[in-house]
């Protein structure tokens, strides 16, 4: 059994080492030819295939919702007597700095000024009916849908792990479906190694992501030059922090860091709320929760066959990608944390409460340059330009307000702390993977995951950028939507083997 163990553990960790190394090397040796076939895959997997992750997401928001109404909402995720691990508002701290990351921070302006300024075909740029697309569609691509997705793998993991003793590894998930020897075979090794590849290529553009905007707000707020090598040692401060707190374990690091941000986040979101338009923030929360809602269905599953629809596939379709590879690493984050709640606790907690936080935060971010333009501050043009810049938005908008530096300097840390509970969940999560999924996995392979993601993201960032990683790591989860699928389904085979309560 010791054996098996460790040729399990052997066989997914090398195998995931060298794929990354592999892909890595053919990144930043072989940039311009990498670029090109990463392109190219993802051109053919949103061209031909963006109709099925409309469904897909769809699906999981629907068979979420089924399974927390059901009767199988009661299980306990762990033996009946088992009590959840952490308080309520640590749990949603760290799923919410995991599931979210710098994300939140770098798109809360930038996206709804992007929409605004050039809607779908059919909305006039800068009408009233560009706003209202602009805040449901951010409403819609960091509501439920993302958290209904991460809930899928989430749930199952959780289930397996802590209700049936199983090792803490997607694969297991599936045992219902292919059994236990399909589970330790290739088809179960090929599901660990293509999840321990997705965190990666998923936390490294982060990495990268955070980085330029953390170095373009301290540009604007101190004057430190953009360049690569601040980029460079920002990373390098970041790593010793997340691994630190990847190694000091949940309980202590993650935790500590992840009430840290919510409580930051929160500060924000007040202070910002208070010097911005209040009546209109709390206008444009009202009335996009009613477009939101009214819109749900219709706007899940829109697609323009017959005319241009470059926007779908650049926002939706992208996007439903990306939070398809965030998956297995944040699913299996929120399942470690998750032992001793109901399914419908888990489900209620993962998936509304994130949503709502989300849809607040676009709510008063997105109001603030909505305003500068409706009072003619900010004209359509340069709304524009900011969209082509996603990453100096932020500070720009806010610098036009009361308190304008004091709010970007407050930016600044969340983004850090965002940028670092992303990372140590990340981590964790990395080397639970290539440790047979046990639950407290070794230090030693977290402090591997770290440094070799910190490498990583400075060798991408040297190469020209992180842009043609996220597309291949988009790509490479184009399997994750079928992975998924079953997934949902093996969960229900093993649910309906519950005895009657």
């Given at each position: 059994?010791e054996?098996?163990?460790?040729?399990?553990k052997?066989?997914?960790f090398?195998?995931?080492?060298i794929?990354t190394?592999?892909?890595t090397v053919w990144a930043?040796a072989f940039?311009g030819?990498?670029?090109?076939?990463?392109?190219?895959?993802y051109a053919v997997i949103?061209?031909d295939?963006?109709?099925l992750?409309?469904?897909a997401m769809l699906?999981?928001v629907?068979f979420?919702?089924a399974?927390?109404?059901?009767?199988?909402?009661n299980?306990k995720?762990g033996?009946e007597?088992?009590?959840?691990?952490?308080s309520?508002v640590?749990w949603?701290?760290?799923?919410?700095g995991?599931?979210?990351g710098?994300?939140?921070?770098?798109?809360?302006?930038?996206?709804p000024v992007?929409h605004?300024?050039?809607?779908?075909?059919?909305?006039?740029?800068?009408s009233?009916?560009?706003?209202n697309?602009a805040?449901?569609?951010s409403?819609m691509?960091?509501g439920v849908h993302?958290w209904?997705n991460y809930?899928v793998?989430?749930?199952?993991?959780?289930?397996?792990s802590f209700?049936?003793?199983?090792?803490g590894l997607i694969?297991y998930i599936f045992e219902?479906?292919?059994?236990?020897?399909?589970?330790?075979g290739?088809?179960g090794?090929t599901?660990?190694?293509?999840a321990v590849?997705a965190?990666?290529?998923?936390?490294?553009?982060?990495?990268?992501l955070?980085?330029?905007q953390i170095?373009?707000?301290?540009n604007?707020?101190?004057?430190?030059?953009?360049?690569?090598?601040?980029?460079?040692i920002?990373?390098?401060v970041v790593?010793?922090?997340?691994?630190w707190s990847?190694?000091?374990g949940i309980?202590?690091g993650?935790?500590?860091?992840g009430?840290a941000?919510?409580?930051?986040a929160?500060?924000l979101l007040i202070?910002?709320?208070l010097?911005?338009?209040k009546?209109?923030v709390l206008?444009n929360?009202?009335?996009?929760?009613g477009?939101?809602i009214?819109?749900?269905?219709g706007?899940?599953?829109m697609?323009?066959?017959?005319?241009?629809?470059?926007?779908?596939?650049s926002w939706?379709?992208f996007?439903?990608?990306w939070?398809i590879?965030?998956?297995?690493?944040?699913?299996?984050?929120?399942?470690?944390i998750?032992k001793g709640?109901t399914i419908?606790?888990?489900?209620?907690?993962?998936?509304l409460a994130?949503?709502?936080?989300s849809?607040?935060w676009?709510a008063i971010?997105?109001s603030?340059?909505?305003?500068l333009?409706?009072?003619?501050?900010?004209?359509?043009?340069?709304?524009s330009?900011?969209?082509?810049?996603?990453?100096?938005a932020?500070?720009v908008?806010?610098?036009k307000?009361?308190?304008?530096t004091?709010?970007c300097?407050?930016?600044?840390?969340?983004?850090t702390?965002?940028?670092?509970t992303s990372a140590?969940?990340?981590t964790?999560?990395?080397?639970?993977?290539?440790?047979?999924?046990e639950l407290n996995?070794?230090?030693?392979?977290?402090?591997?995951w770290?440094?070799?993601?910190a490498?990583?993201?400075?060798?991408l960032?040297?190469?020209g950028?992180?842009?043609?990683?996220?597309t291949?790591?988009?790509?490479a989860?184009f399997?994750f939507?079928?992975?998924m699928?079953f997934?949902?389904a093996?969960?229900?085979?093993?649910l309906?083997?519950?005895?009657e309560?």
């Amino acid at each position: 059994m010791e054996n098996n163990k460790k040729q399990t553990k052997n066989t997914v960790f090398v195998v995931s080492l060298i794929l990354t190394l592999a892909v890595t090397v053919w990144a930043v040796a072989f940039n311009g030819n990498f670029t090109v076939v990463s392109n190219a895959i993802y051109a053919v997997i949103t061209n031909d295939f963006g109709w099925l992750y409309l469904i897909a997401m769809l699906a999981f928001v629907i068979f979420a919702v089924a399974i927390a109404c059901s009767k199988w909402g009661n299980i306990k995720l762990g033996p009946e007597d088992s009590k959840p691990e952490y308080s309520t508002v640590s749990w949603f701290a760290m799923l919410f700095g995991a599931g979210m990351g710098v994300g939140l921070v770098f798109w809360g302006i930038s996206e709804p000024v992007a929409h605004l300024s050039a809607p779908i075909p059919g909305i006039e740029p800068g009408s009233e009916e560009a706003i209202n697309f602009a805040l449901r569609s951010s409403y819609m691509h960091w509501g439920v849908h993302p958290w209904a997705n991460y809930c899928v793998i989430g749930l199952g993991l959780a289930y397996f792990s802590f209700r049936k003793g199983k090792p803490g590894l997607i694969s297991y998930i599936f045992e219902p479906l292919i059994g236990e020897k399909g589970v330790k075979g290739w088809l179960g090794k090929t599901i660990d190694v293509l999840a321990v590849f997705a965190t990666v290529a998923g936390v490294v553009t982060s990495l990268g992501l955070g980085v330029m905007q953390i170095n373009a707000g301290l540009n604007q707020v101190l004057g430190v030059p953009q360049t690569l090598l601040i980029q460079i040692i920002i990373i390098a401060v970041v790593a010793v922090i997340y691994t630190w707190s990847a190694v000091d374990g949940i309980g202590r690091g993650i935790k500590l860091i992840g009430d840290a941000n919510l409580y930051i986040a929160i500060g924000l979101l007040i202070l910002t709320f208070l010097v911005g338009p209040k009546v209109e923030v709390l206008e444009n929360f009202t009335n996009g929760i009613g477009q939101y809602i009214q819109n749900f269905f219709g706007d899940s599953l829109m697609m323009m066959p017959y005319g241009d629809d470059s926007w779908n596939g650049s926002w939706r379709i992208f996007y439903w990608a990306w939070w398809i590879a965030w998956a297995p690493f944040v699913g299996s984050f929120i399942a470690r944390i998750s032992k001793g709640r109901t399914i419908r606790e888990f489900i209620l907690g993962v998936m509304l409460a994130p949503a709502l936080g989300s849809i607040l935060w676009f709510a008063i971010m997105g109001s603030l340059p909505i305003h500068l333009f409706a009072e003619g501050v900010m004209p359509l043009e340069e709304l524009s330009s900011l969209a082509a810049t996603p990453e100096v938005a932020l500070f720009v908008v806010m610098g036009k307000y009361p308190l304008g530096t004091i709010l970007c300097v407050i930016s600044l840390v969340l983004l850090t702390t965002f940028f670092i509970t992303s990372a140590n969940s990340g981590t964790f999560v990395l080397a639970m993977f290539t440790s047979d999924g046990e639950l407290n996995p070794p230090n030693n392979k977290k402090v591997l995951w770290g440094v070799m993601m910190a490498v990583l993201a400075v060798g991408l960032l040297m190469a020209g950028g992180l842009k043609p990683l996220q597309t291949i790591s988009l790509a490479a989860a184009f399997p994750f939507i079928f992975i998924m699928l079953f997934a949902g389904a093996a969960l229900i085979k093993a649910l309906m083997q519950e005895k009657e309560k």
